[in-house]
Each structure stands twice: as C-alpha cells, then as structure tokens.
C-alpha cells in the first residue's frame, strides 16, 4: 500500500518511483532477454556472412596457391592481400556477435578483449604500402577500381588507428594480462564495456565492409586474362 503522503505527490515523482521500482524488479531479467534475442539475431547474421566469407577464402588460398608467382607477380602479390584481409575479416566476424550480446557477461567480455585485440594487430601496412603501386602499375587495373581500393584501405586505416589509439591501455592491462598490479587489471576488465568502443568499431566495420565489397571484383580484375596479358607485357617491357 502506498502512504497518503505519496499519493499526495506530484505525478511525475510517482512515474519517476515506479519506473525505479520496475528497473529494479525486472531491470536483469530484461536485460538478459534482450541480449539472448540479440545474440540470436547476430549469430544467425553471422552464419550467412561466415559462409560467403568462407566460399571466398577457399576460392582465392585455391587460386593463389596455384598463380605463377613469376609469370604474374601482381596477381600473385593481390590475392596474397585479399587473403590476409578476408582472415582477419572472418576472425572478427566470428566473436562480433559475443561481443556486443553474450548473455554471459563473463563470454562477453573476453569475446571483446579479442576482438579488439584482433583489430589492434590487424595491419594492412605489412601486405600493401608500395607493394600496391607495383599491383596497380603492373596489373594494368582499370582506373576505377585502382580508385575504389586506394580509396577503401584509406578508410580502413583510418578507422583501426582510431580504435589503436583508444584500447592501447585496454590491450596492455587486460587483453594480454601484462598489467603486474592485479587489482588494477580487475578494474579495467569489469568496467570494460562495448559501448565504450562502439563508434570507432562502428566507423571500423563499415571501412572493412567496403574494403570488401571492392576488394573482390578488384581479383577478379587482375586475375582475369587481360590482367595476365598485362603481367606479361609489363615483364617484357621491364627485362
């Protein structure tokens, strides 16, 4: 029952009293459903990109096992990119969904630990750089595309130093456990939360999207007979 004294309160002190009283009886069991439904929805998203991303892989480790890296070095050289970049792609695909809905809050947070820790290591730098204008020169990649590609890994090196520059204390002191103070880890680890992260791995996700989605006609391109004709010119010109 409630006191006169409450009923005699203004309305909005009553709403604001029952809103708290309904966060604190339900507040969890809410809290758990929406990260089941979630994590349900992620995975089930997941599952579909997985198995494209997979067909992908298979495709390009098969095609560049078999490029005469001699004959055609730029193909060689490019799909030797795509691979590295659709490896990562696919290790961050995989624990996203933990990350951002695990019902278990101890799941959770590991899962992010190792997506950022994924995404901290991951640097194009070390298969592109000058390596990409040698693709594009040799290659003979039409303009269009050599545009779409330059254009995407900027972005996309834009978008990890960003998230770098924000979990490098997190990696240190968590992620790789190389904090000696214990108790100071503990408190970084359970104040570590998805939303701290969530814009610059907003920002992340949608430059590793469009890296991809430009990334495989760019293979098909250089991969295709003309692209090898090209190779062959080019060598003959460079000898």
């Known amino acids: 029952m409630f006191s006169q004294k409450f009923l005699d309160a203004d309305r909005k002190v009553q709403e604001r009293w029952h809103r708290l009283n309904f966060h604190k009886r339900f507040g969890k069991k809410l809290k758990r459903l929406f990260l089941k439904r979630l994590h349900w929805k992620l995975n089930k998203e997941f599952a579909k990109r997985e198995k494209v991303i997979n067909e992908v892989i298979a495709t390009v480790s098969r095609e560049c096992r078999q490029i005469d890296g001699e004959r055609y070095p730029a193909t060689k050289q490019f799909f030797n990119i795509g691979l590295f970049f659709l490896l990562a792609e696919r290790d961050i695909q995989a624990v996203k969904a933990d990350a951002l809905a695990h019902p278990s809050e101890t799941k959770r947070n590991i899962a992010l630990r190792t997506l950022l820790l994924t995404v901290y290591e991951w640097d194009m730098g070390k298969v592109t750089g000058r390596k990409m204008h040698f693709v594009y020169e040799a290659s003979g990649l039409s303009d269009a595309s050599k ?93």
């Open 147 to 239: 545009g779409a590609v330059v254009a995407a890994l900027k972005d996309l090196k834009k978008a990890r130093k960003a998230v770098e520059m924000q979990i490098s204390e997190t990696r240190h002191n968590t992620i790789a456990h190389r904090e000696p103070d214990a108790l100071r880890q503990h408190d970084i680890i359970s104040n570590l939360d998805v939303s701290q992260f969530s814009s610059v791995l907003e920002n992340f996700y949608k430059a590793s999207g469009a890296l991809l989605t430009v990334m495989i006609p760019a293979m098909q391109e250089i991969g295709s007979m003309q692209g090898a004709v090209n190779q062959v010119l080019y060598g003959v010109r460079s000898a």
